[in-house]
């Protein structure tokens, strides 16, 4: 009888997907957060870390009481040696998509939502239906996203420091002026009476920037308190619509809106610039060259709403 010979495979080697968990938590050092970033259920994530741990034999991370979680020396080097891979990968894309020639394919394109809701909408539209063959994923956010890891391909920022990797052009700087809800002013029987009644000031979570912080405006409204404060400027807009108090607001978005009654209209700030980036690698590819090129324009005559300089 001839017997057969068996053999006892060795455990497959981690995946690239596995690297990428270990990447994803060492980088946001919290298992939610990871799970966020990669599209996963907690317990997923969880429980693939776990199976990664048992296959290599070695602990990739300690979690301590406070929910944190660190990795340990091995985690740390596996972490390290996946963000050199990842770096790699994502020049090597960047520089594929480059290459790109024709107007179609997926347009990613990360706009800084005040921008997005007021002054792009239609440059955006008339340019899906210029290019028909460019998919457009429009993400409206104030998060800078990572081009040098392809989360977008153009972005639209409001900053005075974009990053030295990313190339583009300026459009600013954005002015401001001050504002109240319209019904707390006519409730009052009018801006003089309105500013008598210390109204709050309204401002952003944890920023140094705030009206509150205008020395002339503390000045001339000693009795005001900074009371109220939200995350961006269109919760902010909402408040002070709600009689919330007064806020320093772009005037892109506040000016001919009826809700909003300007205050102090003698006085005006300009802060920041919109700013309209994409990495070096792909500002040669044909549909982010394309879409650059229809954005300029149409933030170029949006710059009197964006200064403020209307007249």
Do not use: C
């Not at 776990?50 to 091995?74: C, H, I, K, N, Y």
Request: charged share 25%; no cysteine.
């Amino acid at each position: 009888m001839v017997q057969k010979r068996t053999e006892t495979s060795a455990p497959d080697d981690p995946s690239w997907d596995d690297l990428k968990l270990v990447l994803a938590v060492g980088r946001s050092g919290s298992l939610r957060k990871a799970a966020q970033m990669l599209g996963l259920g907690h317990a997923t994530l969880s429980r693939r870390l776990g199976r990664l741990e048992q296959q290599l034999g070695v602990r990739l991370f300690d979690r301590p009481a406070s929910g944190a979680v660190e990795l340990t020396a091995a985690g740390e080097d596996l972490a390290a040696s996946a963000a050199r891979m990842d770096d790699a990968a994502a020049v090597a894309l960047r520089r594929i998509a480059g290459r790109d020639l024709a107007l179609t394919g997926t347009l990613r394109v990360s706009v800084n939502p005040l921008v997005g809701l007021y002054l792009l909408p239609d440059a955006i539209a008339s340019f899906s239906k210029a290019y028909p063959e460019v998919t457009i994923e429009v993400f409206g956010t104030s998060i800078s996203a990572n081009l040098d890891r392809r989360e977008a391909d153009v972005v639209v920022r409001v900053t005075d420091n974009p990053p030295e990797t990313l190339v583009g052009q300026r459009f600013g700087p954005i002015g401001y002026g001050f504002y109240a809800g319209t019904r707390a002013v006519e409730a009052a029987g009018g801006e003089e009476a309105y500013l008598a009644s210390a109204p709050p000031f309204l401002g952003y979570n944890g920023r140094r920037d705030n009206a509150v912080h205008v020395p002339w405006l503390r000045a001339a409204l000693p009795d005001s308190r900074a009371s109220l404060t939200a995350s961006d400027p269109l919760h902010i807009a909402a408040l002070v619509r709600a009689s919330g108090g007064i806020a320093r607001l772009p005037f892109m978005s506040a000016e001919g809106d009826p809700t909003l009654t300007r205050v102090l209209a003698d006085k005006s700030e300009q802060a920041y610039s919109v700013w309209l980036l994409t990495h070096s690698d792909l500002r040669k590819t044909a549909r982010v060259r394309a879409f650059m090129d229809h954005m300029s324009e149409a933030l170029r005559a949006q710059m009197p709403r964006i200064s403020g300089k209307t007249g």
